[in-house]
């Protein structure tokens, strides 16, 4: 008897009127998500390789070690096809140099901020959006609708279990939304394919979990609306109660708890940070210049007394000494500012990851907010996404620099004159290009391992949602009158 309601509902889902057109406006979107990512995506991947090519060019070119510099670029992952997440809202490359910090920048919303308008458009916003809305639009009225109808009675007076009833309106309207959908999921990943777009083992692993994460997100949604159908009697009030709900758990929680957690833990903005450095340095450096001119009004006082023949002569006996006294004080200075600015951006960082923390917890609330994130997670589109970059790139700057101090002798640029005109020293740049054949390459950082292991759990997450909405449908269609 269970078979036959399930197909008894399977059959009644595919054969309303309401079906086709909704497949096909899902199908379509699904395609054109998938497209639209695959064009972005070798776009990316272009804007890339143009900007590397123009480096390589300006390091051929390149004849000072005290003026070279580098970059380092954000690869593109293939899952950002499906998910762009924070993709395009953080940079593309870093400036490797020892005068700034190696910061994230130039994003595509800033390249190109017309792309901003209208925001990321991706497979999993449609599922979060569209299909869950959908999911909601064919089970308002999977119990009341019969009631109202007169059809319920008539099942159950052939002595079907109530459990039977709601597992077969589970079943069979997860069969019916189901499969049809395949068919546009297939034809995309086909279209990846086709698209050349370089995916691994872990890459196919991590989109099959997507998917995953996909069913069990809609499948909240389905055992939700045959829960509020099965608790109210009539469908038009259903359909409100589930309209209204889908508002707040899809748009207004998430918000929600970001401005919770915005208010509970409030990080420095970027200005303020800047400016705590920015007087920080001004003081160090006014202290600094201090201490040199004082040091200089000292050695000028020992040759008060000397001609001018004795004096050179000091002066060249002595001069190598205290420029490595000075350059051991200006090394100083660079190793307080270095400590300083790291010390604040470390805190600027734990602010940050504690804010986000809290932001997560409360709209996980939301099986949208639970869905959003753990898509990004598999994606690896998320938010610690510019946290990875911009730690490699803060590796990767320390050992450019120890690379360029290594291979200038220390003392790239500097020359040194004496008064009497003449060099007594000098490590100019060369006036040849430089042999950059040993400069160490950038490696993009590799996922958190904790990253991953935390998706069984979000996955659990939905699917412990997913069971409780059924079990809500399944006690209230116990506990409803049937007449």
Request: a neutral charge; proline letters at 3%; glycine letters at 6%.
């Amino acid at each position: 008897m269970l078979r036959v309601l399930i197909e008894k509902e399977w059959k009644a889902v595919l054969l309303s009127p309401k079906f086709a057109l909704t497949f096909a406006v899902a199908a379509a979107l699904i395609l054109l998500a998938v497209g639209i990512g695959i064009r972005e995506y070798w776009a990316f991947e272009s804007q890339q390789a143009a900007a590397q090519h123009l480096l390589a060019e300006e390091h051929l070119e390149q004849t000072s070690w005290s003026d070279l510099g580098s970059q380092v670029f954000r690869r593109a992952d293939p899952l950002q096809i499906f998910v762009g997440g924070v993709h395009n809202d953080i940079g593309r490359l870093a400036r490797i140099s020892p005068r700034q910090a190696a910061l994230l920048e130039q994003s595509i919303y800033s390249d190109d901020s017309i792309l901003a308008v209208f925001r990321t458009f991706d497979l999993s916003l449609v599922v979060q959006a569209v299909l869950s809305l959908f999911a909601i639009l064919f089970t308002y009225d999977a119990v009341n609708g019969e009631r109202e109808a007169g059809t319920l009675r008539l099942i159950l007076s052939n002595a079907v279990p109530r459990a039977h009833f709601v597992l077969a309106k589970f079943v069979g309207t997860g069969l019916a939304l189901a499969v049809p959908l395949l068919l546009p999921v297939l034809l995309a990943l086909l279209a990846v394919v086709l698209a050349e777009v370089p995916l691994d083992g872990s890459h196919w692993l991590r989109l099959m979990l997507f998917l995953l994460a996909s069913g069990l997100y809609l499948t909240v949604f389905m055992a939700f609306g045959i829960a509020v159908s099965a608790i109210t009697r009539r469908p038009s009030t259903s359909f409100l109660i589930l309209l209204v709900s889908w508002v707040l758990l899809v748009l207004v929680i998430p918000r929600v708890g970001l401005l919770v957690a915005v208010h509970r833990v409030p990080v420095p903005t970027v200005a303020e940070i800047e400016s705590q450095k920015a007087g920080f340095e001004t003081r160090l450096r006014a202290n600094y210049r201090r201490n040199l001119e004082d040091t200089w009004v000292v050695r000028q006082r020992a040759m008060a007394g000397l001609d001018a023949v004795d004096r050179v002569a000091y002066e060249d006996a002595n001069l190598w000494r205290w420029l490595e006294e000075d350059d051991a004080a200006r090394m100083q200075l660079e190793t307080e500012l270095e400590r300083h600015t790291s010390r604040l951006d470390e805190t600027l960082r734990h602010r940050k990851a504690e804010q986000e923390r809290l932001a997560f917890s409360l709209s996980r609330i939301s099986p949208a907010s639970a869905y959003r994130l753990l898509a990004m997670r598999l994606a690896g589109t998320g938010v610690a996404l510019k946290t990875r970059y911009e730690a490699a790139a803060r590796g990767y700057q320390h050992t450019f620099a120890r690379y360029v101090e290594e291979s200038s002798g220390g003392g790239a640029g500097m020359m040194v004159r004496r008064r009497g005109g003449g060099h007594t020293g000098s490590f100019m740049g060369a006036r040849e290009p430089l042999d950059l054949s040993a400069m160490p390459s950038f490696q993009a950082p590799r996922e958190d391992a904790a990253m991953i292991a935390a998706v069984p759990r979000e996955l659990g997450l939905l699917a412990i949602e997913a069971l409780a909405c059924f079990a809500m449908a399944f006690v209230g269609f116990l506990r409803a009158d049937v007449r």
